[in-house]
C-alpha cells in the first residue's frame, strides 16, 4: 500500500511580499497624486455620530476635549452639521466670523449662533430658521472668503458676515492657517475673483507632486482619522473645548500711549490698504443669497490712562474711526447691507486677552439685536 501523500508545500517568499507591497504603495500614492481622492469629504459624522456644532478647532489637549485642530476645508465641513441634508420647512442662516463667532470657552448654546438658533424664528413663509456656526478662529477676511466659497454649497439663505478692521489688515490677507492649508483653493480665488495676492509672501508654498501623494497627506489624513473617533466622544459628551465657568473680568488692560497701528501713522491711512476686494469678492460669490455685512462689537475702554486716544489693546481711535467711515462709505457706493455694532456691548461683557471675545450675556446682547435683521431678511 502506497504511502499517503498531501502534496507538496510552496514556500512563500517574503521578498516578494515585500516587493509587491511596496510596488503596490507607490501605485497607490501616484494614483492618489494624479487624481486625488477627497477623503475629506468622507465622514461619520452626520451617519454614525451627529454633525458638530461648530468647526473642529482645539487648543488645549486634543484627547481630553474630543477635538483638534483641522484646517482641511473638506473635512472641516463634512463634521459640520451644515452638511446634513437641508429640509424643506428650513431657512437656513450662517454665520462667517474669527474666534467670537465659533465661540472661545463658550458652550454652543451660549455662542451667538447657539442663542439666535434657541430663539426659534419663523419666516413670513412658515420655515424654521435655523442658524449655523461657520466662524473659525484668527482674523482674516480671506479665511472667510475660503470658507464662504464652501458655504454656498450648503444652500443658505442668509449670510451674515461678521468682521472687524484686524481682519482687513494687510497681515491677514494671507498669514492664516486655513489660507496657507488650502493653496489650491486660494489661487482659484485670486484667479476668479482678480485678487491681488502676493502668494510668495509669509511662507505661502506651491504643492509639489510629492505633497500630492498619500505620504504628503500622511499628517492631514491622520488627523482626518482622529476627528472621526473623537465625534463619538464628543458626541457622548458634549465636551468640544474647555469651558468657562466663569466670565468675570477683574480689570481692564493697560493702554498704551503710542497711536501708531502697525506702521500706520495719524491722522489717516490708505483705504486700500484694507482688503475690501475680498469683501467684494465675498458678495460674489455670495451670489443672489442676501449677505449682511456686520462690523462686530469691540471692547471700548473708558477713565482710564490713554483711553482718550486708545479705543482698547488694539485699535488707536483714530484709526479704528477712519475704518467706520470707509467701510460705511465702500457700503453705501457698492449696496452692501451693512450693520456697525462697534459700541454695542458694555466692556463689562468682554473677558479673555482679546478685545473681541464675549461673554455669554454679551452674545445675546449681539444676537438680540441681529435678529429684526435675520426677520427682515427672511421676510423680504
Not at 22 to 47: C, E, T, W
Not at 212 to 224: A, M, N, P
Not at 305 to 327: H, T
Request: glycine residues 6%; contains cysteine.
Amino acid at each position: 500500500m502506497a504511502p499517503f501523500c498531501s502534496g507538496s508545500t510552496k514556500l512563500i517568499n517574503p521578498y516578494r511580499v515585500l516587493a509587491k507591497g511596496l510596488i503596490l504603495f507607490i501605485v497607490f500614492n501616484l494614483v492618489f497624486a494624479v487624481v486625488y481622492i477627497p477623503y475629506g469629504k468622507f465622514s461619520l459624522y452626520n451617519i454614525l455620530s451627529p454633525g458638530r456644532e461648530r468647526f473642529p478647532f482645539a487648543e488645549e489637549v486634543p484627547e481630553k476635549i474630543y477635538n483638534l485642530t483641522i484646517t482641511s476645508l473638506d473635512t472641516m465641513f463634512s463634521s459640520h452639521i451644515v452638511a446634513s441634508p437641508k429640509s424643506k420647512d428650513e431657512y437656513r442662516v450662517m454665520l462667517l466670523g474669527d474666534s467670537s463667532v465659533w465661540g472661545a470657552s463658550l458652550r454652543p448654546e451660549d455662542t451667538l449662533a447657539g442663542q439666535l438658533d434657541a430663539a426659534n424664528l419663523i419666516t413670513c413663509d412658515g420655515r424654521k430658521v435655523h442658524v449655523y456656526n461657520l466662524g473659525y478662529p484668527r482674523n482674516s477676511a480671506t479665511k472667510d472668503a475660503l470658507i464662504l466659497v464652501e458655504a454656498v454649497r450648503y444652500e443658505p439663505d442668509l449670510i451674515v458676515w461678521i468682521t472687524t478692521l484686524g481682519s482687513l489688515t494687510p497681515d491677514r490677507r494671507l498669514d492664516h492657517p486655513i489660507v496657507q492649508s488650502n493653496p489650491v483653493q486660494v489661487y482659484e480665488l485670486s484667479r476668479k475673483y482678480n485678487l491681488e495676492f502676493d502668494l510668495s509672501a509669509v511662507g505661502f508654498y506651491h504643492v509639489t507632486f510629492m505633497e500630492k501623494t498619500v505620504f504628503g497627506y500622511r499628517s492631514d489624513i491622520f488627523d482626518w482619522a482622529r476627528l472621526q473617533l473623537y465625534g463619538v466622544l464628543w458626541a457622548a459628551t458634549g465636551i468640544d473645548q474647555v469651558y468657562r465657568n466663569s466670565f468675570k473680568v477683574y480689570s481692564l488692560p493697560e493702554l498704551t500711549e503710542d497711536i501708531s497701528f502697525f506702521d500706520w501713522q495719524p491722522p489717516t491711512f490708505d483705504p486700500q490698504l484694507l482688503s475690501l476686494d475680498v469683501l467684494e469678492a465675498g458678495m460674489e460669490i455670495a451670489g443672489s443669497t442676501p449677505l449682511i455685512l456686520v462690523n462686530e462689537p469691540i471692547l471700548i475702554i473708558t477713565g482710564q490712562k490713554n483711553s482718550d486716544v486708545r479705543y482698547d489693546v488694539s485699535y488707536p481711535r483714530w484709526v479704528y474711526d477712519q475704518y467706520r467711515q470707509v467701510m460705511d462709505d465702500e457700503s453705501r457706493k457698492n449696496g452692501w447691507q451693512y450693520i456697525d455694532l462697534w459700541d454695542l456691548v458694555p466692556s463689562a461683557e468682554f473677558w479673555g486677552d482679546t478685545d473681541l471675545h464675549l461673554t455669554p450675556a454679551g452674545e445675546a446682547r449681539f444676537a438680540e439685536r441681529l435678529i429684526p435683521y435675520i426677520q427682515s431678511a427672511s421676510c423680504p
